[in-house]
């Protein structure tokens, strides 16, 4: 069954330090593949998507998640957290069916931010 | 662009009531919304796809008759919890799918059902 695995429930960095959120994947065929961010109040907003091509994918906000399919991974980073990305990190997958796309969540990620 | 809203953001109701939360989409028409749970601390869990026009389909496990989903038009589905109950109490969240954006889906703030 298509699944997505967040290992780090709650991670805390200090402002200006780097950042890298976890998300491995099972599914059977090529993945679309999403990070969200959700914070109080607010949707669900779409950092970044793969769905082929350059394994690289940059974001917003200064985001970027590398697809590994070897590893089964898309995890995201960003080379300088700031104060305001504390928030909730989704990674998602999509499957396909009748004819578009249902999202699968990830358990999600509390990034907290220190000063 | 690409605003879901939602209302109301926050409810309670008393055990037995009934409570409609709405989903608009602000900008665009979306053939497809979807109708997510997020229990506390916990990741999203689908609970049905809804079409304009035709009836929802419900994920495995959740009961039709408790959760009435309606998308009446391209604009607004309505989801109706019938008969709340305590265990009913949690954060409910929308998407719309925008068929014009690579089928991106858009969601809603969410609302905060409580039930007493």
């Known amino acids: 069954a298509q699944s997505v695995t967040q290992p780090d429930i709650h991670i805390t960095v200090s402002e200006g330090a780097s950042l890298e959120l976890r998300c491995n994947y099972s599914?059977?065929?090529?993945?679309?593949l999403f990070w969200y961010v959700q914070s109080p109040g607010q949707g669900l907003q779409l950092l970044l998507k793969?769905?082929?091509?350059?394994?690289l994918v940059q974001g917003i906000k200064g985001f970027e998640a590398e697809f590994k399919r070897s590893q089964s991974s898309f995890n995201l980073r960003k080379p300088s957290v700031h104060w305001s990305d504390a928030a909730e990190y989704f990674c998602?997958?999509?499957?396909?069916?009748?004819?578009?796309?249902?999202?699968?969540f990830g358990a999600g990620t509390r990034l907290a931010v220190h000063p | 662009g690409a605003v879901v809203s939602q209302h109301p953001s926050w409810v309670i109701c008393k055990s037995g009531t009934s409570v409609k939360i709405e989903c608009r989409s602000l900008d665009f028409q979306a053939t497809t919304m979807f109708w997510y749970r997020q229990f506390p601390k916990q990741s999203l869990m689908l609970m049905a796809t809804s079409n304009e026009g035709s009836k929802a389909t419900y994920e495995q496990g959740v009961e039709k008759d408790k959760f009435l989903i309606n998308h009446a038009s391209l604009t607004l589905s309505t989801l109706t919890v019938t008969s709340a109950h305590p265990e009913d109490s949690s954060f409910y969240i929308c998407?719309?799918?925008?068929?014009?954006?690579?089928?991106?889906?858009?969601f809603g703030p969410g609302t905060r059902l409580t039930v007493l």
């Open positions: 998602a997958v999509a499957l396909f069916s009748g004819g578009y796309n249902k999202l699968i």
């Open positions: 998407s719309a799918r925008d068929s014009f954006r690579g089928n991106e889906q858009f």
């Open positions: 599914y059977g065929a090529t993945p679309y």
């Open positions: 793969y769905f082929s091509g350059d394994t």
